[in-house]
């Protein structure tokens, strides 16, 4: 009898399953993540905008960019920004979009050192096989003096809240991926993945033993997301 076999990375992260999975959920990605974040998706783009201060004539390269919605709020700062994902599917997906997009690995970038002023990743670190690798890689293309903006999910501050919180990612989000989502099984994996994630203290240590500095965060809607920013020293 055949089996059929579901479209969900398994949680050692290996690359090709994470590029399919998010292939698979592609059409309706930014969709998806709208309703399962009650809107407060296009809350966390604004935030870290403002997180990364872009200014116009520098270059930015927006990592695990996805469609591109991500790039287009960036580029609301007068910046050049570049949409980069490992997921042909999802770059396919934001095709429509006036952006430039590259298809590009987070743990071996296509890009010649000290090549931008500023990088994000939102929501792609805690995907990435090799944490620390993508860190240093983000260093190597980062110019001295530039920045880098990490959003990610990551631990509620209050217990109450964060009880809920877990309830939440394990019971209702796969049921209300299953109604909206092209491919629902993916977020069994995207929700399971997020409580193993370090908190927000352990992932700013973890983003300066990989060479940058200053790291600070700040909580987004109680910590269910941070933003890290970090600098190259030049």
């Known amino acids: 009898m055949a089996k059929t076999q579901s479209n969900r990375a398994s949680l050692d992260k290996q690359p090709r399953e994470v590029a399919a999975m998010f292939d698979g959920v592609a059409r309706r ?3 998806t993540n709208t309703v399962i974040s009650a809107g407060q998706d296009r809350y966390w783009r604004w935030a870290t905008r403002k997180a990364l201060a872009l200014r116009p004539g520098e270059r930015a390269l927006d990592l695990a960019a996805g469609t591109g919605v991500s790039t287009l709020e960036l580029r609301k700062s007068g910046a050049w920004c570049l949409a980069a994902d490992f997921s042909k599917g999802m770059l396919a997906a934001g095709r429509f979009r006036d952006v430039p997009m590259v298809a590009a690995d987070a743990m071996a970038l296509p890009f010649a050192d000290n090549s931008f002023d500023a990088v994000t990743i939102s929501f792609g670190l805690r995907n990435v ?29 209050v217990p109450v809240f964060r009880t809920l919180y877990l309830e939440y990612l394990m019971k209702a989000l796969p049921k209300v991926a299953r109604v909206v989502s092209s491919n629902p099984d993916a977020y069994v994996y995207l929700a399971e993945s997020i409580p193993d994630w370090p908190n927000q203290r352990r992932l700013a240590m973890r983003i300066a033993a990989n060479g940058w500095s200053s790291v600070k965060w700040r909580n ?3 910590g269910v997301v941070a933003l890290h920013r970090a600098y190259k020293l030049g």
């Open 29 to 31: 990605y930014d969709l």
């Open 129 to 157: 096989a090799d944490t620390d690798l993508a860190l240093r890689e983000i260093l190597r293309v980062t110019k001295p003096g530039g920045r880098l903006v990490v959003c990610e999910f990551s631990t509620p501050v």
């Open 220 to 222: 987004l809607t109680g």
